[in-house]
Each structure stands twice: as structure tokens, then as C-alpha cells.
């Protein structure tokens, strides 16, 4: 039984219901992006909108098909085009945020993006059971997706052991064998860091109330607690809704349940752009906290009287709770690999046309020179990705040379799969990376080497 979450089933009807509430009546697509971009918390939807595009690029670019569970209105439809992704199903248990999907899927239409005509499908389904019992596409059979994703959601499946149990088995059936799942989820360690045992956080953007009984003692599931970020799907409606329930991640218990079902955590992204988004210390971590830099946000706790604010803004602090992580469906950590980057398909294709691999490298091994260096004698291409298309400059619109390998193999444990951390823990980061903890650990202990990155 969920603590304060009231069970199961009412949670699901909470979360049906505040997300139902926060949808407006006869609001354009236009409306709701000037809305969104007058909004206080603008800078934080950006961001993550930032981090979602360059995930989806980055594991889903060209996919047949993708899966999308908690898909909400369809925030993400113009990345999917953007990635020329073929279908899209998206599944949400809001059936006025699905509506709201299909009437902006319907508003978007077929369009070209980089001179390329893209006809993207969409299907939208409200369904109540993701996270109570098993789902397979009827039409298409088992692993039948190229990519999962669920983005900003995973954290409502906490709400007790068999919920999650179910959600990820739907992800792992649906996955074909090598695809990924991608996630974004408030990380459970950071919340309990912002709460410090207190009862409630508050601040100008952010609320977060505990609703769980012992502060110290938080259960691994079920552990509830009020998340109400201001201006943003969270926020709470007067009359309606007091802010998100959501329940605390236990990093450990994700990692070990994903693993059970066959999903791998992909620890490096083999990616420069996304490496400006996440903390530097979680390089060699399967998740990923977001790191935020909010230009203007501190002008937002500013109150008249009061000392002027220190950073971070409350603003940074809601977006820090986040984390991502990838989990690819593989038989062993060692299969653990990123998709190549365009822009090795291409010479790869040359390679193979001129019959030699002087350049390139055979699968699964990694450029010469370590993480995102090109092997030798392969020049940088200028724009080594297809779409970057970042106004949104503070975050990573700079000048990334990328040179990319082959498909990167790039796990680096030695089975038998080993966990860091205890089963339980909300301190930190669980490791990955076989008994004796992460590859990081044994090069900074001077412990036996595995396959990492740097020293494949
Ligand atoms: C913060 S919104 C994220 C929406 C979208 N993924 C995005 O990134 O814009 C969370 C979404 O999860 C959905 N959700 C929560 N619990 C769910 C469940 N059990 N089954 C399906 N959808 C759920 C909500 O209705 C809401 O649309």
C-alpha cells in the first residue's frame, strides 16, 4: 500500500484527474505556445524540451517505430518529426491530454524537415492499465518497437513494486531485442536531499510536501510525495488539484528491476551535446541528473524586503531534481552499445563500398583516442549532426566536433552483472559496473581494468 498516495487505484484516479484539469478548453496550439513562452518557468521547459530532443536524436533518430508511454498532448510530436521517426504510438491515462495529442497531431500535417518530406504517423490511446497489468501491440506482436520512451512519468509506477514490475515489463515486450528505452524521471536521492527529512520544501517555483510517515525511513515503493512546480503540468489548480502525486525513484530498485527484464543501462552517451546537460560526476553513472543553468531565474524569488537570492534559483533546483537514463534491451552487459552517428553510416557505407576499413573500425569497438574522438585520419565533419536545430543556444548550440567510431561499444562491466550500491539505497547512485563498482572506482583505486570506454 502506497503511503499517502491512498492505494493504487485512487492514485492512478488523482493523476487521471489532475492531468485531465490542467488541459484548457478551446486553446490553439498558438495560444498555448504564447502562454508557454510568456511563462515564469519558460527557461525550465526549454531545457528539458532541449534534453528530450537530443535523447530522442540521439536513440530514436530514423526509427520505424516508437513507442510512447505517459505521452501527455503531444509535446514531443515536432522532435519525432524533426527525428523522421515513421509511427508514433503514444499511450497517456489523461484522456484530455490524448485528445489534446491528436488535435495538435492533426494541426502539425505532413512537412519537410531538411528538404526531407516527412509523413510521420501518430496513433493516441487513453488507457488506465500501463502500470497494472501486461500490454503487446495487437496489430504488430511482440517487440515490436525500435524505441520506448517515457518521458517525465516513470516516477507514477513507483507507487508500489508490482506497478513497476508491469510498466517495464510493457517496455521490455514491446522493445525489439537491441532497442532502447529511454527515460526522464524526477530522481527520487534528489528529492529526499531537497526535503532533508523536513515535512515540506517551498520556495517560489517549487513546492515538494513528504507524505510518507518516517522522514528517514522513505519505503522503496509507495513513498508519495506532492510535487507542484509553478507554471508547468505539475503546478497545482485552485479547486482541483494540489500539484502532482508522485512517488520517491529508488535508483537501486529501478536498475536491478530493469535488469530483470532484460534492459541494460547505457552509461555513456557517446554524445557531447547531452554531455552539457547532465552533471559531470554522473559521466560513468547509468542516470543522469540534469544540470540547469537558468540565466534569469533568480529575478523570480526575488521579494521585496528580502535579502536578494543566491543561486541557484528555485527555478535551477525544480529542473535538478530530474535525471535520464537509456536502457537498451541486450543479453549482456557487453552488448550495452549507441547507435552509430549519421555520419559514420555514411563512411561506413564508403568503407564497405571500397572494401577496406582503413578509416573505420569493425562493430562494437571504440574510436582509438577515447570518447568522441575520431580514429585517426577521419576528418571532423563541420555539422556532424542532421538537425541541431538550436536557437535554444545556451544549451549546447556551440561548436560540437563529434567524430564518432563505429557503433560504439561502450559497457564497461564484467559479468556477472554487479550492483554498487545496495538494493535499497536512496543516497546516491547505484553502480554498474560489476562487483567491484564502477570502471571510474577501479581506475581511481588502481582496481583490475574492465571494458570501459578508455581503455577498450
Ligand atoms: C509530466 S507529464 C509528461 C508528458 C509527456 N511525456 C511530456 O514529456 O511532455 C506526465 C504524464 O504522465 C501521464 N501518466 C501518469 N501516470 C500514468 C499512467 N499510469 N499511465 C499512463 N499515463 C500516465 C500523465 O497523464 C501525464 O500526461
Known amino acids: 500500500m502506497a503511503e499517502g498516495g491512498g492505494g493504487g487505484t485512487s492514485m492512478w484516479e488523482q493523476t487521471r484527474q489532475h492531468y485531465n484539469s490542467h488541459v484548457r478548453d478551446n486553446f490553439s496550439t498558438r495560444e498555448a505556445l504564447q502562454q508557454r513562452n510568456e511563462g515564469p518557468a519558460k527557461e525550465l521547459k526549454d531545457f528539458h524540451n532541449h534534453v528530450k530532443r537530443q535523447l530522442i536524436m540521439r536513440f530514436a533518430?530514423?526509427?520505424?517505430?516508437?513507442?510512447?508511454?505517459?505521452?501527455?498532448?503531444?509535446?514531443?510530436?515536432?522532435?519525432?518529426?524533426?527525428?523522421?521517426?515513421?509511427?508514433?504510438?503514444?499511450?497517456?491515462?489523461?484522456?484530455?491530454?490524448?485528445?489534446?495529442?491528436?488535435?495538435?497531431?492533426?494541426?502539425?500535417?505532413?512537412?519537410?524537415?531538411?528538404?526531407?518530406a516527412v509523413n510521420m504517423v501518430c496513433e493516441f490511446e487513453a488507457v488506465d492499465w500501463l502500470g497494472q497489468r501486461l500490454f503487446e501491440d495487437e496489430k504488430a506482436g511482440p517487440g515490436s518497437y525500435g524505441v520506448v520512451t517515457c518521458m517525465f512519468a516513470?516516477?507514477?509506477?513507483?507507487?508500489?513494486?508490482?506497478?513497476?514490475?508491469?510498466?517495464?515489463?510493457?517496455?521490455?515486450?514491446?522493445?525489439?531485442?537491441?532497442?532502447?528505452?529511454?527515460?526522464?524521471?524526477?530522481?527520487?536521492?534528489?528529492?529526499?536531499?531537497?526535503?532533508?527529512?523536513?515535512?515540506?520544501?517551498?520556495?517560489?517555483?517549487?513546492?515538494?510536501?513528504?507524505?510518507?510517515?518516517?522522514?528517514?525511513?522513505?519505503?522503496?515503493?509507495?513513498?508519495?510525495?506532492?510535487?507542484?512546480?509553478?507554471?508547468?503540468?505539475?503546478?497545482?489548480?485552485?479547486?482541483?488539484?494540489?500539484?502532482?502525486?508522485?512517488?520517491?525513484?529508488?535508483?537501486?530498485?529501478?536498475?536491478?528491476?530493469?535488469?530483470?527484464?532484460?534492459?541494460?543501462?547505457v552509461i555513456d552517451y557517446m554524445d557531447p551535446v547531452l554531455a552539457t546537460c547532465f552533471r559531470d560526476e554522473d559521466i560513468d553513472a547509468p542516470f543522469k541528473h540534469f544540470k540547469p543553468f537558468f540565466l534569469h531565474s533568480l529575478q523570480l524569488d526575488y521579494v521585496e524586503g528580502k535579502l536578494p537570492p543566491q543561486p541557484p534559483s528555485s527555478l535551477e533546483k525544480a529542473s535538478s531534481l530530474f535525471a535520464a537514463c537509456v536502457f537498451q534491451k541486450v543479453d549482456s552487459p557487453h552488448d550495452v552499445s549507441v547507435p552509430m552517428a549519421p555520419e559514420c553510416s555514411f563512411m561506413q557505407n564508403k568503407q564497405m563500398k571500397g572494401g577496406h576499413m582503413a578509416h573505420g573500425l569493425p562493430m562494437g569497438h571504440t574510436a582509438p583516442g577515447g570518447h568522441g574522438q575520431p580514429p585517426p585520419g577521419i576528418g571532423v565533419p563541420p555539422h556532424p549532426w542532421p538537425h541541431r536545430p538550436y536557437g535554444d543556444v545556451p544549451y549546447g548550440g556551440g561548436q560540437h566536433a563529434y567524430g564518432g567510431g563505429g557503433p560504439q561499444q561502450m559497457y564497461s562491466a564484467g559479468p556477472p552483472y554487479g550492483y554498487g550500491g545496495t538494493a535499497h539505497q536512496h543516497g546516491g547512485q547505484p553502480s554498474f559496473g560489476g562487483p567491484g563498482g564502477s570502471d571510474r572506482h577501479k581506475r581511481e583505486t588502481g582496481g583490475p581494468p574492465g571494458r570501459s570506454r578508455f581503455n577498450q
Open 154 to 265: 516513470l516516477h507514477y509506477f513507483f507507487v508500489s513494486e508490482a506497478s513497476l514490475l508491469f510498466f517495464l515489463r510493457n517496455v521490455s515486450a514491446n522493445l525489439r531485442h537491441g532497442g532502447y528505452f529511454i527515460a526522464t524521471f524526477t530522481s527520487g536521492p534528489r528529492v529526499l536531499k531537497l526535503l532533508e527529512g523536513r515535512p515540506e520544501f517551498r520556495s517560489p517555483m517549487l513546492r515538494l510536501a513528504r507524505r510518507w510517515k518516517d522522514p528517514h525511513r522513505p519505503p522503496t515503493f509507495g513513498a508519495g510525495y506532492i510535487c507542484d512546480i509553478a507554471d508547468t503540468v505539475t503546478a497545482s489548480l485552485e479547486g482541483t488539484s494540489e500539484g502532482s502525486l508522485e512517488y520517491l525513484v529508488d535508483l537501486s530498485a529501478l536498475l536491478q528491476a530493469a535488469a530483470n527484464v532484460g534492459l541494460l543501462p
Open 61 to 116: 533518430y530514423k526509427q520505424d517505430r516508437v513507442l510512447d508511454l505517459c505521452c501527455g498532448r503531444g509535446g514531443d510530436l515536432q522532435k519525432w518529426r524533426d527525428a523522421q521517426i515513421g509511427y508514433v504510438k503514444g499511450l497517456d491515462i489523461s484522456e484530455r491530454e490524448v485528445e489534446e495529442a491528436k488535435r495538435r497531431f492533426m494541426e502539425l500535417g505532413p512537412k519537410r524537415s531538411r528538404g526531407v
